[in-house]
């Protein structure tokens, strides 16, 4: 257990670093908070908010040398998107995903990662240019795939003769019991997360050589 | 139990063997999960609420588990020895309160009688003796008070503390009329006690004791029976009596281990033989109840069940006390014979030895003392390794030490 | 006892427990405070309390047993003497080494330094902890004038044999009555 | 902002859904103010109330804690400031406030700073769900208790991030100790409360209060199934151990840990912490007040509300104001007033616990949270369910 400054200089980093990071962050935020209100009113700006926390905390996640930090920037990623689940009208899973994934399984990893020293050469370049080509490739694709199918009009998507009665956001979140194509992905989802689990304390086991060194 | 003293400098040095579970004494099996950490040194103390003092423990913890401790001791050291081997015989009597300040008045005794001791010849009056029992007997009461209240703080329970202050503060306020201090009382003089007491007194301590014995039910319910409590004290800190003997443990200590030893009857002084063989009073020896024997449960039960038999005691006293003289032919500038003397009589917190030697002249020329608390806290580096951090504190106040006096 | 049995006593014991210790505190919670608001009321002080140094001054004769007797050696005193008569310059008692053990007060052979009920002592300044016990420094104006007269006698009488006269004494009654003159 | 988007924004048919603020606000609204802007009116307002709430509770539970505490040991606790120092926790207001505000060195002061915040703005969200009476509330929201739990978990991080902000081997004790102490205790607490949602059918306090409105108003959850005192016994000691406090003070406790993740802080900011504290003591009061002991029913509640309807008119910008009879301003009174006394009755019951027990061990700790409390919930909520099907079976259902 190494308490977080135990590392060389701020726990932050470089603070000009730091501050052109966050100034960017809120500049990014004030962008998104005016553009939501000028484009859907009230709703808007609450959604420019729940966007802001959302991608935000995962910047900073990415962004923080501390790895308790980045785990705590996780936060308002979670609480931005349960934000994002009552705007859609999901409230249960909106409360299920601050309940479980806050109160939980952030818990649960901030109790893992709080017992973590620091690694100090994690923002090296050629460490993190990898990483940044994946993300990029993605985040590139992910943006053409919503570009090509989302609706910017503001008015629902009918094909002639349906009824204005789309499925919600809310029936998504039951859907994922109630529905059969759901399940199966739900359910190996949880599976590849048990055997991640078990692995990750297989890998941070005590080998009984290790032992056998220190008491030497 | 081979311990390994905790090394700063080295990794960690696993108390136990982490691949094999830890089977407990009673019978269940603890597994230690069997992942990388790192060891990290805690300072507990000098500073801290349950050091009882300015006592600092030097923790070396594995998450919650402490693998190794080391008690340091010397915050509180005012070289109590060596000034009783500059000042007259008389004016170290004051020095003998500060050391355990918790029972001044066993204190006092203890080095009155070793001074008795040299001075052959010198009688101390019946009346005198039956004060000077009364006083330590109700010392030793106010004693456990602390002892309990205290412990039931260090284990989490707060209102304990404050019903135990109750009585012991009317305790005080008996001694407050007899002697006219409430902490340090210097009132045992060598040769005898230096003020009778007043009109009623005794009648005092009578009703004392009355509502003494209803309110030691409360306290017998309130904490030694709970259920928490039993689950925080049983099974933890086992001293097993070799171990007891071995560490030179002494008083409750002792008693807590299943070892039948109290110089109040093994080795009587004062008034106690007489006292004992009237079956006025019996020694409290566990048993381990609760748990196994020797657990911290057990050296508190020993406690709260010598409250008991103190009342008894000063019943009996109070039953037998007959007027007369209080102090004893003593010069007023006291020169002692030449000669050496060790007496230990049984203080709440265990054996308290004095040793004086003197040359005939106004001023010893050797004060050692052999502090209870001194011995009892050396166990604790032996107990903790391997327990939990609240088990370190719980068994840190089991052992009821008393800075002034480890220190002196 | 089997597993089943343990646990089901546990969750007994914890229980009955719990609720007998929120009897016992229940039941206090209902009676009359036992502690009293202390600057507004005081417990009684019993008069062996061993409180704050008093000195009657003109009882004492300046003997240092106190300070003597003293484990600390806290007491300090001066006093000038003219014959018989005392003029006090300090007498001091060090309250940031005193151990309030009563051993001065035994020694006095004139019974005049006692200790006191008042306990409360505060300061800002540590070094008003060192107190001076006279009430008045100098000498008290009748041993002044005792002091005058025994010296004036004195004179007479050394003037007198100078005059080579034999002077029977003067009665004491007589000197009484011209000091009061 | 759940008040907000609560109620689909175009429909302008029912907005306060019986909401008193809101429905004068609405009453009051000149045509050219836009609805949203009386609706984020209406929140704001409930904002400000929330924390002048919190604030409230705070204060009055310091207060009682201190009295509580003292008699139960046989002194007075706080007596000089005001009538038996009833205004001591505005004196220590002022004190924390102008105490120096201390931030450790080695700290991490960003998240030092933002804890306190994160804690009581958790506790601010849940306190959004409470209902105060029938006709008076902040956000209705249908799930109610799941959103109360599901906020009040988020303080979790909050002392976390306290713990690990300080850089005090004795805060990252505290805080390790409140998060595994929480996990353990956040099931036990969503299951025993199961039981009387099995009874009620509903997440909604209004609703579920208003299911217990029988009997002249005594028919309440506990009488209805045999199950549920066993399941309040459960639930009682899961909220000890989430609201941390004795015997489950763990995180702060103050003979082993110092003071556990509160060692570094001081003034203000550890006031926010203990603000923290008594609400969400109050708060999961009221939520047991409200699935167990009736709610807002009780006789007098029930006897205001069987009263003849009088009402008086306040000209017609407001409408009428209703006195007396059921959902008039006399029965929101009387049940604010249960609703109050009930949630403050829990937490003299903690507090009565507190001040009589010593503390759990952290091993003990979880096995009483792992197999303990859980095994025994399901079971209360397999007999509860059991019983209720019975009961449906054999009785029709007349509960």
Redesign the interface.
């Known amino acids: 257990m190494v308490p977080a400054s135990s590392g060389p200089g701020p726990i932050g980093g470089d603070p000009n670093l730091q501050r052109l990071f966050y100034g960017a962050l809120a500049l990014l935020g004030l962008v998104a908070l005016v553009a939501g209100g000028l484009r859907a009113g009230a709703p808007g700006v609450a959604f420019g908010l729940m966007a802001l926390l959302t991608v935000g905390g995962a910047l900073a996640c990415v962004w923080e040398r501390s790895v308790v930090r980045s785990a705590f920037a996780l936060m308002a990623t979670f609480m931005g998107t349960a934000g994002i689940f009552v705007l859609l009208e999901a409230d249960f899973l909106a409360m299920a995903q601050v309940l479980i994934y806050v109160g939980g399984i952030l818990a649960l990893l901030l109790f893992g990662v709080m017992l973590t020293p620091p690694d100090l050469g994690e923002r090296k370049l050629t460490r993190v240019l990898g990483g940044l080509a994946v993300v990029g490739a993605a985040t590139i694709w992910i943006g053409m795939q919503v570009a090509g199918s989302a609706n910017f009009s503001g008015q629902p998507v009918l094909t002639p003769g349906e009824t204005a009665d789309p499925v919600t956001a809310k029936d998504i979140g039951v859907g994922f019991l109630a529905y059969d194509q759901y399940v199966i992905p739900f359910e190996l989802a949880a599976v590849l997360l048990t055997v991640a689990l078990v692995a990750s304390v297989y890998i941070a086991r005590r080998k009984r050589s290790d032992y056998a060194e220190e008491r030497r | 139990m081979a311990q390994t003293a905790p090394d700063s400098k080295q990794g960690a040095s696993p108390s136990m063997s982490l691949d094999e579970a830890r089977v407990l004494p009673s019978g269940e099996r603890e597994f230690m999960l069997d992942v990388r950490t790192q060891d990290m040194e805690l300072n507990m103390g000098p500073q801290h609420p349950a050091t009882h003092g300015v006592m600092r423990i030097l923790l070396r913890v594995d998450g919650e588990i402490v693998t190794g401790a080391q008690p340091h001791l010397g915050y509180l050291h005012r070289c109590a020895e060596k000034i009783g081997e500059n000042v007259e015989w008389l004016q170290y009597l004051p020095y003998t309160d500060r050391y355990d300040y918790l029972s001044s008045m066993n204190n006092n005794l203890g080095y009155s009688m070793a001074v008795e001791a040299l001075m052959t010849g010198l009688e101390i009056p019946r009346r005198a003796q039956m004060l000077r029992i009364i006083c330590a007997e109700l010392n030793r009461i106010g004693s456990h008070l602390i002892a309990y209240g205290t412990y039931g703080l260090d284990i989490g329970a707060f209102t304990p503390f404050f019903y135990a202050f109750r009585e012991r503060e009317w305790m005080m306020a008996l001694f407050e009329k007899i002697c006219g201090a409430r902490l340090t009382y210097s009132y045992i003089r060598i040769g005898g006690v230096f003020n009778d007491a007043p009109p009623g007194w005794l009648g005092e301590v009578e009703r004392f004791c009355d509502v003494f014995e209803q309110k030691w039910v409360e306290y017998y319910d309130l904490l030694m029976e709970n259920h928490i409590f039993v689950k925080r004290t049983a099974d933890v800190g086992v001293i097993s009596r070799e171990m007891a003997l071995d560490f030179g443990l002494t008083g409750p200590m002792l008693r807590g281990s299943g070892v039948d030893w109290d110089l109040r009857r093994d080795m009587p002084y004062s008034l106690y033989g007489e006292i004992w063989k009237d079956g006025a009073f019996k020694i409290p020896v566990a048993r381990g109840e609760k748990g196994s024997l020797g657990d911290c449960w057990d050296r508190t039960w020993v406690r709260v069940m010598e409250m008991m038999e103190s009342i008894k005691i000063v019943r009996w006293c109070l039953a037998h006390i007959e007027p007369g003289p209080i102090i004893g032919d003593v010069p007023k500038v006291l020169r002692v014979p030449t000669g050496e003397a060790y007496v230990g009589i049984e203080n709440p917190r265990g054996e308290l030895g004095h040793y004086v030697v003197s040359d005939g002249g106004k001023v010893a020329i050797r004060v050692r003392v052999r502090g209870p608390s001194f011995v009892n806290v050396a166990v604790t580096e032996a107990l903790m390794t391997g327990t939990l951090l609240s088990d370190a504190v719980a068994i840190v106040g089991s052992t009821d030490v008393v800075i002034g006096e480890t220190d002196r | 006892m089997n597993a089943t049995a343990k646990?089901a006593k546990?969750?007994w014991?914890?229980?009955?427990?719990?609720l007998?210790?929120?009897q016992?505190?229940?039941k206090?919670?209902?009676?009359k405070?036992?502690?009293v608001?202390y600057p507004l009321e005081r417990?009684p002080?019993?008069n062996?309390?061993?409180g704050i140094h008093y000195l009657e001054q003109e009882k004492c004769i300046n003997c240092l047993a106190c300070a003597r007797?003293?484990?600390i050696d806290c007491i300090e005193m001066d006093a000038v003497r003219h014959g018989k008569e005392l003029e006090w310059v300090s007498f001091t008692l060090d309250y940031q080494k005193c151990?309030?053990?009563?051993?001065c007060v035994?020694?006095c052979p004139k019974d005049c330094i006692h200790?006191g009920t008042e306990f409360a002592f505060v300061s800002y300044d540590r070094s008003e902890f060192k107190h001076d016990l006279l009430s008045f420094k100098g000498m008290a104006r009748e041993a002044k004038i005792r002091m005058l007269e025994a010296e004036e006698k004195k004179k007479r009488k050394e003037a007198a044999k100078a005059a080579g006269q034999e002077v029977a004494d003067e009665p004491e009654s007589d000197a009484d009555a011209e000091a009061e003159s | 902002m759940l008040a907000v988007t609560e109620t689909p924004l175009a429909a302008p048919a029912p907005v306060g859904d019986g909401n008193l603020v809101l429905d004068l606000l609405t009453g009051l609204r000149p045509e050219s103010v836009p609805l949203w802007a009386v609706m984020a009116t209406s929140a704001l307002i409930a904002v400000g109330l929330a924390v002048a709430l919190i604030s409230l509770i705070a204060m009055f539970s310091t207060w009682m804690e201190r009295k509580v505490a003292g008699h139960i040991q046989c002194r007075y606790g706080p007596m000089h400031v005001g009538w038996h120092g009833w205004l001591q926790p505005i004196a220590d207001g002022v004190k924390l406030l102008l105490k120096e505000d201390i931030i450790p060195k080695g700290a991490d002061k960003v998240l030092f700073v933002l804890s306190p915040a994160i804690v009581l703005a958790s506790l601010l969200g849940a306190m959004a769900a409470l209902a105060l009476s029938p006709n008076f509330f902040f956000a209705d929201i249908d799930l109610g208790v799941f959103f109360i739990l599901a906020m009040t978990s988020t303080t979790t991080i909050g002392v976390v991030m306290a713990g690990w902000a300080s850089n005090s081997k004795w805060s990252l004790y505290g805080s390790m100790r409140e998060a595994a102490q929480v996990i353990a205790y956040e099931v036990p607490l969503g299951i025993s409360l199961m039981v009387p949602l099995i009874v009620a059918g509903t997440f909604n306090l209004r609703e579920a209060s208003a299911a217990q409105g029988g009997w002249y108003g005594m028919h309440w959850f506990v009488f209805q199934n045999p199950f549920m005192l066993p399941a309040f016994l459960l639930f009682f000691t899961a909220v000890l151990a989430e609201t941390k406090r004795a015997p489950f003070d763990l995180p702060e406790s103050e003979s082993e840990l110092v003071s556990g993740f509160l060692t570094e802080y001081s003034g203000i900011r550890w006031s926010f912490f203990f603000m923290e504290e008594y609400a969400a003591m109050f708060l999961y009061s009221a939520v047991g007040a409200f699935f167990f002991f009736g709610g807002f029913e009780s006789p007098f509640t029930w006897a205001v509300a069987q009263m003849a309807p009088h009402t008086i008119d306040l000209g017609e910008t407001i409408g009428t104001l209703k006195l007396l009879g059921e959902g008039s301003l006399l029965h929101n009174l009387v049940a604010v007033a249960t609703i109050v006394v009930k949630a403050f009755a829990g937490v003299f019951l903690m507090m009565w616990v507190r001040w009589s027990l010593p503390r759990i061990r952290i091993d003990q700790v979880m096995t009483l949270g792992y197999k303990y409390l859980t095994p025994l919930s399901m079971v209360c909520v397999l007999g509860a369910a059991l019983f209720e099907l019975a009961w449906i079976r054999f009785f029709g259902g007349a509960s």
Request: proline share 10%; net charge positive; charged share 10%.
């Open positions: 646990y546990n969750v014991d914890g229980l009955k427990s719990s007998v210790g929120m016992i505190t229940g206090y919670l209902l009676q405070p036992i502690t608001q417990l002080i019993p062996r309390y061993r007797a003293c484990p151990m309030f053990c009563e051993l035994y020694p200790m």
